[in-house]
């Protein structure tokens, strides 16, 4: 697989993440990115097609949440 392609990495259940940014959907850390443009991307994209889920973004490093808000059109 290549690194264009290679998926974002689960998540252990108990584990926090010392590094890296993490997609958080209602409250529960899902997937992993190396970059925060990357994670980003993926939270604007799935808070497009599901409005209603609150979406955020945390900083490992950092310790912080980013929520991402929907776009009205």
Do not use: C
């Amino acid at each position: 697989m290549t690194q264009a392609t290679k998926k974002p990495a689960n998540l252990s259940v108990n584990a926090m993440p010392s590094d890296g940014y993490v997609m958080a959907v209602d409250g529960k850390l899902k997937a992993r990115y190396e970059s925060e443009g990357d994670a980003m991307a993926a939270a604007s994209k799935l808070k497009q097609s599901y409005p209603v889920v609150q979406v955020a973004v945390y900083d490992a490093a950092q310790r912080t949440y980013t929520v991402v808000g929907s776009q009205e059109k």
